[in-house]
């Protein structure tokens, strides 16, 4: 079946340094979605990504969408503490089927 | 608008019980999905329903869980008999539509299965 990784399970980093977590999947997906859950919560969605090559940005934050679609980045410049939290990408592998997440990177940032 | 609204948030049940979750998504959203976390993992989908039909069900263990939407609107995934390996958070979702919306997340029922 679908499966969608993620890599590195774990990131811990000094304050203003900059991360990146990579999601790839086994199965072309019709689109990726990213979301950050804070330690205790729930799965909050930051972007989805549909056309092959896409790249956006949310301040410090850039996203990228794979030529072939099957993967994934997440860039993070200059994390800051609020940064803390699970990174997970999610996808479905054709419209409408079902939404599919990744194990998360967990990120860490020290002061 | 209101989110997705789940209860309880917290369970501590004995294994060999049952238990029961409700979720009352945001409003006009068709798609609704059941997950279940467990510590340190990803969310794993239990049922996606379109409306009050099911999309996908392909996760659910039948033998002990079983879910279901009526009138489209609200949602309930019972547990029954639960064993230890059912401790989770199990989150309810739902999206506008199936293809290419976000899903927006409720807070969540811990389950403790002891």
């Known amino acids: 079946g679908q499966q969608v990784m993620q890599i590195p399970q774990y990131q811990h980093v000094q304050e203003g340094e900059d991360f990146t977590t990579y999601c790839n999947s086994s199965?072309?997906?019709?689109?990726i979605q990213w979301y950050k859950q804070r330690p205790g919560g729930h799965p909050v969605f930051l972007i989805q990504?549909?056309?092959?090559?896409e790249v956006k940005k949310q301040k410090r934050l850039t996203f990228q969408f794979g030529e072939a679609k099957k993967n994934s980045s997440l860039h993070i410049t200059a994390t800051q503490t609020t940064d803390v939290g699970t990174y997970f990408c999610?996808?479905?592998?054709?419209?409408?089927?079902?939404?599919?997440f990744g194990q998360g990177t967990e990120l860490s940032v020290k002061p | 608008e209101a989110g997705v609204a789940q209860s309880p948030r917290y369970k501590i049940i004995e294994k060999r019980q049952s238990v029961a979750f409700w979720c009352n998504p945001i409003?006009?959203?068709?798609?609704l999905y059941w997950y279940q976390q467990i510590l340190g993992q990803g969310p794993k989908l239990l049922i996606q329903?379109?409306?009050?039909?099911?999309?996908?069900d392909s996760q659910l263990p039948k033998d002990r869980f079983s879910a279901e939407r009526l009138k489209g609107v609200d949602s309930t995934l019972k547990i029954q008999p639960a064993k230890l390996e059912d401790s989770a958070v199990y989150l309810c979702?739902?999206?506008?539509?199936?293809?290419?919306?976000?899903?927006?997340f409720g807070q969540g029922t811990r389950l403790t299965v002891v």
């Open positions: 979702a739902s999206s506008y539509r199936r293809v290419n919306t976000e899903a927006f």
């Open positions: 199965t072309t997906l019709s689109n």
């Open positions: 990504l549909v056309k092959s090559g």
């Open positions: 999610a996808g479905p592998r054709n419209q409408g089927g079902k939404l599919i």
């Open positions: 409003s006009g959203h068709a798609t």
């Open positions: 329903f379109q409306n009050n039909g099911v999309v996908d």
